[in-house]
Nanobody
Framework: QVQLVESGGGLVQPGGSLRLSCAASGFTPNYYAAGWFRQAPGKEREGVSCISSNDGNTYYADSVKDRFTISRDNAKNTVYLQMNSLKPEDTAVYYC????????????????WGQGTQVTVSS
């Protein structure tokens, strides 16, 4: 079966760092764009970052630009999100997703979704 499994979330102080991982199985992830989304309590799910399958171009939401970095290791079937200089407003459940197009603002472009991992930024 197709699975995307996130890991690496947890509790971190403001200004700290975390690296999220998303391991894929049951399909060929190197043909897919990969995205990270997040959802805070009472808020809509928002796109954070994505990386294309063809040229490796990356895209970021303005709120995380210059702080987060997305990357992929196709040999390991894994996508990463390095998060630095974390702020309390980054607190959310983070989801990874795979689709044929890297559309940060269009969740409909993504076919597969992980279960999510909690990130809490608090002192």
């Amino acid at each position: 079966q197709v699975q995307l499994v996130e890991s690496g979330g947890g509790l971190v102080q403001p200004g700290g760092s975390l690296r999220l991982s998303c391991a894929a199985s049951g399909f060929t992830p190197n043909y897919y764009a990969a995205g990270w989304f997040r959802q805070a309590p009472g808020k809509e799910r928002e796109g954070v970052s994505c990386i294309s399958s063809n040229d490796g171009n990356t895209y970021y939401a303005d709120s995380v630009k210059d702080r987060f970095t997305i990357s992929r290791d196709n040999a390991k079937n894994t996508v990463y999100l390095q998060m630095n200089s974390l702020k309390p407003e980054d607190t959310a459940v983070y989801y990874c997703a795979a689709g044929y197009e890297c559309r940060l603002l269009d969740p409909r472009a993504y076919h597969y979704w992980g279960q999510g991992t909690q990130v809490t930024v608090s002192s």
